[in-house]
């Protein structure tokens, strides 16, 4: 499996309580709950994903949340609240590629921004879409914009640990990842930061 690249790997543990609460309502598998780590993952080509999600789980007992393949990228979720049983999960797709976290690609973030006092009807549109929390008129929208898509999922439960915000929506899949956050403004700006240095601070290979 020496020609899938890897764009994004990471092991995520103690999930937040909301961040949890928006996977289980949009994933298509396991349940993942609070406190649980998970490994998400972004390959290509897509199709790569079915054989070593197949591998991870004959390696270890995590469970699968959620495997997909999009127009170009394969993406998955794996699941357990043991940290160690991801961690051999892990391993397990690693010694198949031939790879180590070094081999991931190193995210950048595209964009970011903080719309105060979010106008009725632009936070109605949002609504419309949103997977998450309501987004209430005249609260501060915090949005993230990261590449790789899937390294949005790191930022999401670091800011949710940071300070009280609510998940509006989280777009993990795809060229770009995006996240947009609510509440008030000193909390959506603190969230952020933490979201924006939790980007920051993954290393890899440069694209």
Same mark, same amino acid.
């Given at each position: 499996?020496?020609?899938? +690249?890897?764009?994004?790997?990471? #092991?995520?543990?103690?999930?937040?309580?909301?961040?949890?609460?928006?996977?289980?309502? +949009? &994933?298509?598998?396991?349940?993942?709950?609070?406190?649980?780590?998970?490994?998400?993952?972004?390959?290509?080509?897509?199709?790569?994903?079915?054989?070593?999600?197949?591998? @991870?789980?004959?390696?270890?007992?995590?469970?699968?949340?959620?495997?997909?393949?999009?127009?170009?990228?394969?993406?998955?979720?794996?699941?357990?609240? /043991?940290?160690?049983? &991801?961690?051999?999960?892990?391993?397990?797709?690693?010694?198949?590629?031939?790879?180590?976290?070094?081999?991931?690609?190193?995210?950048?973030?595209?964009?970011?921004?903080?719309?105060?006092?979010?106008?009725?009807? #632009?936070?109605?549109?949002?609504?419309?879409?949103?997977?998450? @929390?309501?987004?209430?008129? !005249?609260?501060?929208?915090?949005?993230?914009?990261?590449?790789?898509?899937?390294?949005? /999922?790191?930022?999401?439960?670091?800011?949710?640990?940071?300070?009280?915000?609510?998940?509006?929506?989280?777009?993990?899949?795809?060229?770009?990842?995006?996240?947009?956050?609510? !509440?008030?403004?000193?909390?959506?700006? +603190?969230?952020?930061?933490?979201? +924006?240095?939790?980007?920051?601070?993954?290393?890899?290979?440069?694209?």
């Amino acid at each position: 499996m020496a020609d899938i +690249t890897i764009r994004a790997l990471m #092991q995520i543990d103690n999930l937040q309580p909301k961040f949890a609460a928006y996977n289980g309502a +949009t &994933v298509q598998g396991s349940i993942p709950l609070a406190g649980d780590t998970v490994l998400i993952g972004e390959l290509a080509p897509g199709n790569g994903v079915f054989g070593l999600i197949d591998r @991870a789980l004959k390696a270890s007992s995590v469970e699968a949340t959620s495997q997909m393949v999009e127009r170009e990228f394969g993406f998955f979720i794996l699941r357990s609240p /043991s940290n160690a049983e &991801v961690s051999m999960a892990r391993d397990a797709i690693l010694s198949e590629l031939g790879a180590s976290m070094q081999d991931r690609l190193k995210p950048a973030i595209a964009s970011t921004q903080i719309i105060t006092s979010v106008e009725p009807h #632009q936070a109605q549109l949002l609504n419309k879409w949103r997977k998450g @929390a309501l987004l209430v008129p !005249g609260q501060t929208l915090g949005i993230i914009e990261c590449a790789p898509a899937a390294y949005i /999922s790191i930022a999401t439960n670091e800011a949710e640990k940071a300070a009280e915000i609510d998940i509006v929506e989280v777009r993990a899949v795809g060229r770009f990842g995006r996240l947009f956050i609510s !509440g008030s403004e000193n909390s959506v700006q +603190t969230a952020m930061e933490a979201a +924006t240095r939790a980007i920051e601070a993954i290393e890899g290979r440069n694209e």
